[in-house]
């Protein structure tokens, strides 16, 4: 809730702003105090909300499945197994039916996406106030809860699933073959118009090659970004009288219903994305 | 939103969780899913097994049973007719110790009539005697005429 003290774009961007990490204008080490001060730490400065949020919740992931994994038998299952094991097999059957070769990380990394991306969504639909607000009796200034409303995240892990796409291109087609199928596709090459052709194929694959991290970070960073936006923005109307405050209320779990088809939308995208690009790179049959 | 070092802790967390997923969870919640699909897929077939068995030894009952019935009318059809047979027999019998006891019974009548004819005859001879004696007033010789005395009663 906006505090007298505070402006609504002042309660925003406060809102909008992570715990960053990194040297400060004077040259010590610090927390930055303000957005500018965040920004002008440049690149070598880190979120430290972002990354113990997104670490957190990752472990919640890892302990869940790996306690449900440890005690995992051919009897029959107990509450949380049968939970785990329903999402598995929900990840396991879309790499399946999408990823036609052999490769044991494809599967393991789609359910590691869906589940830790599902959780960092998740976050979302705590409201808007509640961590912000604790972390702030404790002394911590900024404090953004949602991981995947930082492009910084998103964008790793997007770049990540990037470098396994370059590397099983190259791997399942060789370096060659890989350049092969970036420029001899969509336009045959074939006579005298064959070195044009191939420098527009390279031109329209490579900016293909390129959208598919783009479009997949930004498009979870966006979803996100947006949702926790009208979250704060809906927080603001708390601030504004009875009635206000109501139809703020109202509106929030509105919001909120209609944002958890966005919390599990996205986290599925981005492994089904994953999944599709991999087979993509695995496909070694000609066009 | 400023790009920064966060992207490259997130990257290294993403490859170690992944890794960690990839080694210690899917394969042990994979093989136990597996363990689990075989054991039900053999549960099933073996109780698919078990009903074709049992359905077997239904019909191997029921085949049992109509044999046990087409025997038990058999023995019971035999029976039957043995006791028809006994039943002829005994009468057959029956009948011939009637027909044995009559003829003993016609031949004892037959005796008795001989003999009161014997006797008849006996005392014919001696009563016609008798008469010859007091028709002729005289004794005749018993000794003499008892030939033809005899031969007289053996035509009565």
């Given at each position: 809730m906006a505090s007298e003290a505070q402006t609504s774009a002042e309660y925003i961007r406060h809102h909008l702003t992570n715990l960053t990490y990194g040297q400060l204008p004077d040259g010590s080490w610090g927390f930055a105090h303000s957005a500018e001060e965040a920004g002008s730490m440049g690149f070598w400065s880190i979120n430290v909300d972002s990354m113990a949020w997104s670490v957190g919740l990752g472990l919640v992931f890892l302990i869940l499945f790996r306690a449900a994994a440890a005690k995992a038998t051919a009897g029959v299952p107990g509450g949380l197994q049968?939970?785990?094991?329903?999402?598995?097999e929900f990840i396991d059957d879309l790499a399946e039916s999408i990823f036609m070769h052999s490769n044991d990380l494809i599967a393991p990394m789609a359910l590691t996406i869906f589940v830790w991306v599902f959780f960092m969504n998740l976050m979302d639909l705590v409201p808007v106030d509640w961590i912000p607000l604790l972390a702030q009796a404790v002394g911590i200034h900024f404090?953004?809860?949602?991981?995947?409303?930082?492009?910084?995240i998103t964008m790793a892990m997007a770049l990540s699933v990037f470098g396994l796409i370059l590397y099983y291109s190259v791997k399942c087609k060789?370096?060659?073959?890989?350049?092969?199928?970036?420029?001899?596709?969509?336009?045959?090459?074939?006579?005298v118009f064959a070195p044009f052709a191939i420098v527009i194929n390279f031109a329209l694959e490579f900016v293909t090659l390129i959208a598919k991290p783009l479009s997949l970070g930004l498009r979870l960073f966006g979803n996100l970004y947006a949702g926790e936006?009208?979250?704060?923005?809906?927080?603001?109307?708390?601030?504004?009288?009875?009635?206000?405050?109501?139809?703020?209320?109202?509106?929030?779990?509105?919001?909120a219903m209609f944002h958890l088809l966005i919390v599990f939308l996205q986290a599925l995208i981005f492994a089904v994305l994953t999944i599709v690009y991999m087979a993509q790179a695995h496909d070694t049959e000609e066009h | 939103m400023n790009l920064n070092l966060t992207l490259i802790g997130q990257t290294a967390t993403f490859f170690i969780f992944v890794w960690f997923?990839?080694?210690?969870?899917?394969?042990?919640l994979k093989t136990a899913m597996h363990e689990r699909q075989a054991a039900i897929a053999q549960g099933l077939a073996s109780a698919e097994e078990a009903d074709k068995k049992l359905a077997e030894a239904r019909s191997g009952a029921e085949d049992e049973l109509i044999k046990a019935k087409e025997e038990a009318a058999q023995i019971i059809e035999q029976a039957r007719h043995r006791a028809n047979?006994?039943?002829?027999?005994?009468?057959?019998?029956?009948?011939?110790?009637?027909?044995?006891?009559?003829e003993a019974a016609q031949a004892e009548i037959d005796q008795e009539v001989n003999r009161a004819k014997e006797a008849l005859r006996a005392q014919v001879a001696a009563l016609a005697l008798s008469g010859a004696e007091k028709v002729l007033e005289s004794s005749i010789d018993a000794g003499r005429h008892s030939d033809m005395l005899d031969k007289l009663a053996a035509e009565l």
């Open positions: 049968n939970a785990v094991e329903m999402v598995m404090m953004k809860v949602v991981p995947s409303t930082d492009p910084n060789g370096a060659i073959g890989f350049l092969k199928e970036l420029s001899f596709h969509p336009f045959p090459p074939k006579g936006m009208i979250f704060v923005l809906l927080a603001i109307m708390f601030g504004g009288g009875a009635v206000l405050f109501l139809a703020g209320s109202a509106m929030q779990w509105v919001w | 997923c990839m080694k210690f969870i899917w394969p042990l047979q006994m039943v002829e027999a005994a009468k057959d019998e029956a009948r011939e110790e009637g027909e044995r006891l009559k």
